[in-house]
């Protein structure tokens, strides 16, 4: 497993952008796939951005797709979640989540490791 710590997060008006950044600890993170998943209030959580190791696979779900872009820098130990054209149902707690298991990259029960979580509020 592997220590994430997300930040980047706050309040934004309608249009605006934001990156999120997801720091790790540990020396097996460049092997690690990276998900972006988000949790609004009363929901579950839900599939956004995952890329693997090396950035050759990378999905979206529908609702972020053309809006957002994941994106990783092994030397830094760090992923990212680049947020353009945000919409007030944007609005929830997002967090990073890594894996090694090969499962499906957008299912939550893949992942072994999460962060904490950054709060995004999308409002006028």
């Known amino acids: 497993q592997v220590l994430l710590v997300e930040s980047g997060g706050g309040l934004v008006q309608p249009g605006d952008s934001l990156r999120l950044s997801c720091a790790a600890s540990?020396?097996?993170?460049?092997?690690?796939?990276v998900g972006w998943f988000r949790q609004a209030p009363g929901k579950e959580r839900e599939f956004v951005a995952a890329?693997?190791?090396?950035?050759?696979?990378?999905r979206y779900s529908d609702s972020v797709k053309g809006r957002f872009t994941i994106s990783r820098e092994n030397a830094k130990n760090t992923g990212y979640l680049q947020m353009n054209s945000l919409r007030p149902e944007d609005t929830a707690v997002y967090y990073c989540?890594?894996?090694?298991?090969?499962?499906?990259?957008?299912?939550?029960?893949?992942?072994?490791?999460w962060g904490q979580g950054t709060q995004v509020t999308v409002s006028s």
């Open positions: 890329i693997t190791w090396n950035g050759g696979t990378v």
């Open positions: 540990g020396r097996t993170f460049m092997w690690n796939t």
């Open positions: 989540g890594a894996t090694m298991s090969g499962g499906a990259i957008d299912s939550a029960g893949t992942y072994e490791s």
